[in-house]
């Protein structure tokens, strides 16, 4: 198991957040979404400098939860999101936190090792009924460990009682086609409804 704040180390971690358009991108990208999902509460697992739960934030959604594993992290969360968040594992069992309206995780799975990709789900769907994800597919990203297919992650979640929504995807996909937004949400996003 790699050491998670050797990899995502402060010089990355402020590498990244020197990305300017991650500013411009995210917020009309969580617009869309928010206006999708219409939830209460939200919880960003792996948020790294917590632009998605600010952007939320910003939308009135006052419930919110971040976790992420690295700890260089923390400081850049606090500066633009707050104090809501913990330092957590998704390779190990979550402790209980609460349930979410939605449960976002993006661009995290395909970081982790495949032999601790099942935990990682379990814990995502210990977090509510409704998750929103994406997870590059493509090999020779930056530490992707575990690029693996949609069909891979729709078998992980389905057998977790979690059905892939197809439907909503292909009308997000076509709405994130005309929306300023990262790549990953046009090609790579899964949302997975638990199954009643």
């Known amino acids: ?14 590498k990244i957040d020197a990305k300017a358009w991650r500013f411009n991108l995210i917020p009309p990208t969580v617009k869309v979404l928010y206006n999708h999902f219409n939830p209460e509460s939200v919880i960003d697992v792996g948020c790294a400098n917590g632009l998605h739960l600010k952007a939320f934030k910003d ?14 992290w923390a400081s850049y969360i606090e500066k633009y999101f707050g104090d809501q ?11 209980h936190i609460r349930k979410f309206d939605l449960v976002i995780c993006f661009e995290v ?23 929103c994800i994406s997870a590059c597919s493509v090999s020779g990203g930056f530490h992707h460990f575990n690029p693996q297919p949609k069909e891979y992650w729709i ?19 076509s709405i994130f086609q005309d929306t ?17």
């Not at 300023?180 to 899964?190: A, E, N, P, Q, V």
């Open 59 to 72: 939308l009135g959604v006052e419930c919110l939860f971040g976790t992420e594993g690295a700890i260089h």
């Open 155 to 173: 078998k992980k979640f389905e057998s977790r009682d979690f059905h892939y929504c197809e439907d909503e995807v292909d009308k997000l996909q």
């Open 109 to 131: 799975l395909e970081h982790l090792e495949k032999s601790h990709s099942s935990q990682a789900v379990n814990n995502l769907c210990g977090l509510g009924d409704t998750l």
């Open 1 to 14: 198991m790699f050491n998670i704040d050797e990899l995502y180390n402060e010089k990355y971690c402020a």
């Open 180 to 196: 300023r937004c990262s790549g990953w949400f046009k090609t790579g996003l899964k949302v997975f409804r638990k199954d009643t």
């Open 85 to 95: 968040y913990v330092i957590l594992d998704l390779r190990l069992p979550f402790p």
